[in-house]
């Protein structure tokens, strides 16, 4: 079983910042983009980041300039470094993991995703 774990979360003022991590851990797989989504009370979710396996990057278009996406292949883990905290970044993050895997002489793809970690951004 494929296991996503993150960690990071909390409560940060306006202005501040935190580090969310999601390490990647069970069955063997090739990864293929780490990505990290957030959903605030009412809304739908919405992409944050992306970081694909050759590096590139991809960021919403309002948190460009404050977050960074990296990943660490050796841990399997991928970071999100949130910057100048506002009070409209307040969502349940989650880290996605797409990916293949063989099964038999088949490939397939796979789809994971963490727990979510609460971010909340208040005075």
């Known amino acids: 079983q494929v296991q996503l774990v993150e960690s990071g979360g909390g409560l940060v003022q306006p202005g501040g910042s935190l580090r969310l991590s999601c390490a990647v851990s069970g069955s063997a797989f090739a ?25 590139s990057t991809n960021y919403a278009d309002s948190v460009k300039g404050r977050f960074t996406i990296s990943r660490d292949n050796a841990k399997n883990t991928v970071y999100l470094q949130m910057n100048s905290l506002k009070p409209e970044d307040t969502a349940d993050y989650y880290c ?7 099964n038999g002489m088949r490939i397939v793809s796979v789809d994971y995703w963490g727990q979510g970690t609460q971010v909340t951004v208040s005075a």
Not at 33 to 54: C, D, F, N
């Open 31 to 55: 990864i293929n983009a780490m990505r990290w989504y957030r959903q605030a009370p009412g809304k739908q979710r919405e992409l944050v980041a992306g970081i694909t396996s050759g590096g």
């Open 96 to 102: 996605n993991v797409v990916g293949t895997r063989y």
